[in-house]
C-alpha cells in the first residue's frame, strides 16, 4: 500500500486531502483551546471541549506514528525540526493526564507548535527566506539600532522624569517601557513625558527613532519585491 | 434615439454629464445618510432629509430601469455585479415603506454599495488591480503570519495578565483585541500589561510583529510602482 | 547699481546673503509668534515681542518693495503666487493697526505663508515635484479609498456602538472622528468600541483599511528613489 | 611583541577575542548602570555593581592606554573620533571619585557613547551610510517639511482649542506636544482635540502629515536596497 505518498506527498489528491484534514483540525483544535480560557464556562461546555482535545490529540498521535512509519530514516524524523514540534503537539495532553491537571494549561502553551505545520505547506514561504536572507546582515545592524535607540531613549528619559514621576518612570527599566511604547507608536497613555525637558527630548527621539523603527519593514518588502521578480 | 450611449458610454459629452450627475447624487445620499444619524434633529430637518432621500431614489429607480431597458443581455445585466448592486441600493427604501419603518436603519446600510459605483469609472484602478494580482500570494501568506502573530500574542499576554488584570485579559478572545489594537499601533491605552512578564513579552511581539504587519503596504505600494512602469 | 542681482539671485555672493538674512528673518518672526502665545507673559515680554514684529514687518515691507521695483513685469509680479503671499505677510500688520487690535491673531495666521518664501530656495524640491506628478492619479485613487474606507467604519461603527456608547459614538459623526483616529493608528483612546461586534469590526477594518492609508508614502518614497536616479 | 595587531587589527584571532571581550564589557556596564537606577536596591547589591564600574573602566583604562601606545600618531589618536569617545567613557567616574559623588550620574550619560564603539566592529554600516549619503537632501527636505508641518498643525490647533483647553493647548508650544505626539501617531491620549473645528482640522492635517513622515523611512530602505545591490 502507497501509505507514505498519502502522508508525506501534497501532490497526490488523497495526500491533499489527509493533509488539508490535518490542517484543519489543528485550527479547530487552536480555536477550542481559545474557547477553554473563557471565564463562565459551563460543565457540558468543558466536557465537550475536553472530547475534542482528546479526538484531535488522538488523530495526531496516529497521524505521528504513521510519519515516523514512513520515514526514510526513522531516527532523523524524531530528532528533525517538524518531528520535534509533532511530538511536542501531543506530548502535553498525555503527560497531563499522568500527573497533575492543573498544570496542563502551561504545557499546552506548546500547542502553539502545530502552526508551524500549517505554515509547512507554503510554496510563496520559499520567497520570503531568500528575501530574509537577502536582507539578514541590514536586519541586524537595525536590529541593533533599534536596541540602541530604545537604550538611550529609556536613559534619557530617566534623567528628566524620574524625579516628577518616580511611579512610571522610577528605573532605567520602566523607562524601556515606556521607550518601546512610544518608538512603536503604539502611545498607549499609561506613560508619557509632563517635563518640558521630557517633552523635548522625547520630539527629538521620535524624529530619530521613529524612521529607524520603519525601515526594515520596508527593507523586507523591497526585497520580496526583488524575489518575486527573479 | 441614442439611449445606450448616454447611460453606459462615458466617452460622450452626454455620457459624461449623464454619470457624473449620478456620481453626485452618490455622494449626497451618503451625505444626507450620515445627517439622519445626528441625535437632536428637528422635524423639519427630518423631512427635507426624507424628501432628499424620495428623489434620490426615485432617480436611481429611473437610471436602474434606463440601464436594464439598453443592457445588451439584461438577464445578464440584473445578476451581474453592479446590476446587483444598482438593485440593492434602490430595493430598501420602497421595502421599509411597505413593512415596519423603524427596520428601514438596518437596511439602509445596504446603500453603502453605491460606493462601488463611483469606483466603476475609474481609469487607473486597472494598475492597482495589476499589482493586487501581482503579490496575491505574498498577501495571503502575509495576512496568514499576521493572523498566527495575533493568535501567539494573545495566546502569551493571556498567560501573563489573566490572573492580575481579570476584566481586560480574562479569555483569549479579551486578548485578541488587544493584540489587534497593539500590533496595529493603535494603541487606544483601554487594557496594556502591567506585570514584568506581560511587558517584556509585549517588547517583543511588537519588535517582531510590527514589521509584519507593515510589509503588506510596502509590497503593494512597489507592485504599484511597477504596474506604472510597465 | 545692480540691486535685481542682490534680491533675485541667489548664486551671487550678497544674493545669497541678502535672502538667508530674510530667511533667518522669517524663523524669528515665526518663533516670536509662538512665544506671544504663552499665557503668562510680562508686560516687558510683549513690547519687545511687539518691537520684533514691528522691525521684521518694515524690513519684510522693503523686501516687498525692492522685489517689486526689479521684477522684469511689475503686474505679473504682484500677482504671482510669491507676491502674492510676499504681501500677505505684511498686510495684516498694517491693516491691525488700522482697525481693531484683537482681530490681528486671526489674520496673523496668514504669516505662516512666509514659510514658503523658505520652500523657494531649494533645488531638491524640483526631484519631489516630479515624484508628485509621477504618482498623482494613484494618489487621486488612494484618497478616495481612503475616504471611503473612513465612511464605511464610521457607518459600521454606528450600528455597533451608537446604542451603548450615545456620548461618544452619537452621530456617524462623531464615528468619523473615531474611524480617522483609528485607522492613522494615532489611537488617543477618548473613543473605543466595547460591544463585541464593534471590536470584532474594528479588527477587520484595521486589517484592511490600514494597508491602504500606509501606500501612499510608499509609492511617493518609491517614486522620489525613481527621480533620484534619472 | 605584536601588540598593535591584538589591539587594532580584527582580523587575527587574538585580535577578534580582544575586540569581542571588550564589546561584551560594554554591554556588562550598560546593564549595571540600568540596574543601579532601580529604586529599592539593596546595601550588598550596591556594592557589587560598584565592584563592577571600578573592574570596567580599569580595563577600559588599560585598553585606552594601549591604543594611545600603539596608534600611528599619538596625537591624532587622542582627538581622534574613538578616541574622545574611548577618555570620555571612562574621564567621568575618576572626575566623580574626586569630587561629589551624586554629581556622577550626571556624567555617566555620557557612558553611552561606548555604544559607538560597538558600531565600529561592522561591515554592513558601510551600506547605511552609502545610503544615508544618497538620500541627504531628500531628507533635509523632508526633515524640514516635517518641521513646518508640525509648526502649521500646532499654529492652527491653536486656534480651535486653546479657548476650551486652556491646561492642554494653552500656547503654541504646548500644542506642538500634541502635534509631535500626534503626527508621529503615537497618541498618548493626554491631549486630543474636543472641539468640531478642532476635529475637522486634526482629520485633515494627519491625512496630509502622516504620509510626510512615513517617507523618510520608505526612501532609506529603497536607498538602503539600492546600496545592498550595487
Known amino acids: ?8 506527498d501534497t501532490d497526490t489528491r488523497t495526500g491533499r486531502i489527509f493533509n488539508l484534514a490535518i490542517q484543519a483540525l489543528i485550527v479547530l483544535s487552536l480555536v477550542s483551546f481559545c474557547i477553554e480560557t473563557l471565564p463562565a464556562l459551563s460543565s457540558i461546555s468543558r466536557k465537550i471541549l475536553y472530547v475534542i482535545e482528546a479526538v484531535t490529540v488522538a488523530i495526531f ?10 520515514a526514510d530514516s526513522r531516527i532523523r524524523f524524531v530528532f528533525s525540526f517538524y518531528g520535534l514540534i509533532d511530538l511536542f503537539a501531543i506530548l502535553p495532553f498525555y503527560i497531563s493526564t499522568g500527573v497533575d491537571l492543573r498544570s496542563i494549561r502551561v504545557f499546552r ?19 520570503f527566506r ?3 536572507i537577502d536582507i539578514k546582515e541590514e536586519l ?19 534623567y528628566f522624569e524620574s524625579a516628577v514621576q518616580p511611579d512610571k518612570f522610577g528605573s532605567v527599566f520602566h523607562c524601556m517601557w515606556w521607550a518601546i511604547v512610544t518608538l512603536t507608536t503604539v502611545g498607549y497613555g499609561d506613560a508619557f513625558p509632563i517635563t518640558l525637558g521630557g517633552r523635548l527630548f522625547t520630539g527629538l527621539i521620535l524624529v530619530v527613532g521613529l524612521g529607524l523603527i520603519a525601515v526594515p519593514s520596508g527593507l523586507f518588502a523591497s526585497a520580496l519585491a526583488k524575489a518575486d521578480r527573479d
Open 61 to 70: 498521535t496516529v497521524e505521528y506514528a504513521l510519519r515516523f512509519y514512513v
Open 109 to 127: 502553551m506548546l500547542r502553539l507548535f502545530r502552526i508551524f505545520k500549517l505554515l509547512r505547506y507554503g510554496k510563496a514561504i520559499q520567497r
Open 130 to 132: 531568500d528575501a530574509f
Open 1 to 8: 500500500m502507497n501509505l507514505k505518498a498519502v502522508v508525506e
Open 140 to 158: 541586524v545592524v537595525l536590529f541593533t539600532a533599534t536596541a540602541l535607540a530604545i537604550y538611550v531613549a529609556s536613559v534619557g528619559i530617566y
